[in-house]
Nanobody, 122 residues
Framework: QVQLVESGGGLVQPGGSLRLSCAASRTIFSLYTMGWYRQAPGEQRELVATISTRGISNYADSDKGRFAISRDGAKNTIYLQMNSLKPEDTAVYYC????????????????WGLGTLVTVST
């Protein structure tokens, strides 16, 4: 059962913008820190950005100023607005949800979406 559903990937020219979405259940959205990772061909998966249940965001240094993560409580959805895209941003972007410590001790583990492909190319 897929609990995180991503959308919004696609082909964009360098300098363009895309907005990724990740929908979750109400429980996950309200309890888990959520975020985005990406994996380029032949590379390891790397952090893009995270956002806590309080709306505190954290970004990879390479994305600061270009990417913005946000959350919408009415839709149980997080977003990743990506601007000034570069060819090196090409990757599969994965939505991620990290349970709070009290749930981890009860056996809950992080969740991953299936990924959405972002291609930055002319």
């Amino acid at each position: 059962q897929v609990q995180l559903v991503e959308s919004g990937g696609g082909l964009v020219q360098p300098g363009g913008s895309l907005r990724l979405s990740c929908a979750a259940s109400r429980t996950i959205f309200s309890l888990y820190t959520m975020g985005w990772y990406r994996q380029a061909p032949g590379e390891q998966r790397e952090l893009v950005a995270t956002i806590s249940t309080r709306g505190i965001s954290n970004y990879a240094d390479s994305d600061k100023g270009r990417f913005a993560i946000s959350r919408d409580g009415a839709k149980n959805t997080i977003y990743l607005q990506m601007n000034s895209l570069k060819p090196e941003d090409t990757a599969v972007y994965y939505c991620y949800a990290d349970p709070p410590p009290e749930l981890r001790t009860s056996g809950y583990r992080e969740l991953w979406g299936l990924g959405t492909l972002v291609t930055v190319s002319t």
